[in-house]
């Protein structure tokens, strides 16, 4: 079975500008997370789908995150405009409905 | 508000030691507790969990750990530890599988 996949791997970008990450989750993986780990820190969650629904989003910067999971599979995560404090691994994790979380190798993004 | 707290930010042991891994949360109700490791590169892998029954759960790994209510405490063991096993741990609560808190880790390290 094949895990959950991410891409970039790293990412290095100046502040202000945009970036984009993806996550393709196991196939028939109902639920998807986005976590955001910061150097020294756990995973901190910052939105769930379940299929393609907002289940719980109360942790994402708004003004600045936006993350959507078309067709309730594939999903990106941007950061527009970036800032120095979001440096960090974002990992992508799934998980069939209500059960373990699988999570992916991450992707590595530092600003500049 | 549910919290953890890992209390030792760096661990080194020797190979073949015994390892225990402290963890202390702050929930309301009986809680799921879950802890994962994370080697360099790498997504986060579930060790073990414990959400009812046995307090004393078996995990992947030769890992265990012991769930008790009266300390709040999910301390992670093994009896002998591999150079293989150096790596981050870390322990999470949450009222189930989808809404984990993370703790902000303990980096293993294992010397010859």
């Known amino acids: 079975e094949a895990g959950v996949a991410q891409s970039p791997r790293y990412k290095i970008i100046e502040k202000r500008q945009s970036v984009a990450f993806w996550c393709n989750p196991i196939s028939g993986h109902a639920t998807l997370y986005w976590y955001q780990q910061i150097l020294g820190q756990g995973p901190k969650l910052l939105i769930q789908f379940q299929n393609n629904g907002v289940v719980d989003d109360s942790q994402l910067p708004k003004d600045r995150f936006s993350a959507e999971r078309l067709k309730g599979v594939d999903s990106t995560l941007k950061i527009q405009p970036a800032k120095l404090e979001d440096s960090a691994v974002y990992l992508c994790a799934s998980s069939p409905r209500t059960n373990e979380q699988f999570f992916g190798p991450g992707t590595r993004l530092t600003v500049l | ?112």
């Open chain 2, 1 to 112: 508000a549910q919290s953890v707290t890992q209390p030792d930010i760096h661990i080194t042991v020797s190979e073949g030691a015994s390892l225990e891994l402290r963890c202390n949360y702050s929930y309301g109700a009986t809680p799921y507790l879950f802890w994962y490791v994370q080697s360099p590169g790498q997504g986060l892998q579930l060790l073990l969990k414990y959400f009812s029954g046995d307090t004393l759960v078996q995990g992947i790994k030769g890992f265990e750990a012991e769930f008790k209510r009266s300390q709040s405490s999910f301390n992670l063991r093994k009896p002998s530890v591999h150079w293989s096993d150096a790596a981050e741990y870390f322990c999470a609560v949450g009222p189930n599988n989808n809404d984990m808190r993370f703790g902000a880790g303990t980096r293993l390290t294992v010397k010859p």
